[in-house]
């Protein structure tokens, strides 16, 4: 199995900026190629894809409201994935999961997801 552990969420002003941090471990976490994703959810809203990278690092994938603003890497040595978030604004807020899927390309769609973690908070105030 997987496990994967979200840090870095908070309180911060309109125009500030978090970096979020998502830890994979688990017995096959290392041995198989993973592509990594962002995802939040908003009260009273769907859970919405926000960025995504394959396992190499190489290819990324952004939806349109953070695209410009947010920035996802992995240090794969590290088993970590991480969204760099610049410029935020109170419509970020929400709650942020990281996810696994299997496979080495760039996943967007969250049914194709095989782990999730806890996920951490965002609040960005006006």
């Known amino acids: 199995q997987v496990q994967l552990v979200e840090s870095g969420g908070g309180l911060v002003q309109a125009g500030g900026s978090l970096r979020l941090s998502c830890a994979g471990s688990?017995?096959?976490?290392?041995?198989?190629?993973?592509?990594m994703g962002w995802f939040r959810q908003a009260p009273g809203k769907e859970r919405e894809f926000v960025a995504a990278?394959?396992?190499?690092?190489?290819?990324?994938a952004y939806a349109d409201s953070v695209k410009g603003r947010f920035t996802i890497s992995r240090d794969n040595a590290k088993n970590t994935v991480y969204l760099q978030m610049n410029g935020l604004k109170p419509e970020d807020t929400a709650v942020y999961y990281c996810?696994?899927?299997?496979?080495?390309?760039?996943?967007?769609?969250?049914?194709?997801?095989?782990?999730w973690g806890q996920g951490t908070q965002v609040t960005v105030s006006s």
């Open positions: 990278i394959n396992w190499s690092g190489g290819s990324t």
């Open positions: 688990g017995r096959t976490f290392s041995r198989y190629d993973y592509g």
């Open positions: 996810a696994a899927s299997y496979g080495i390309v760039v996943v967007t769609a969250s049914k194709l997801y095989a782990y």
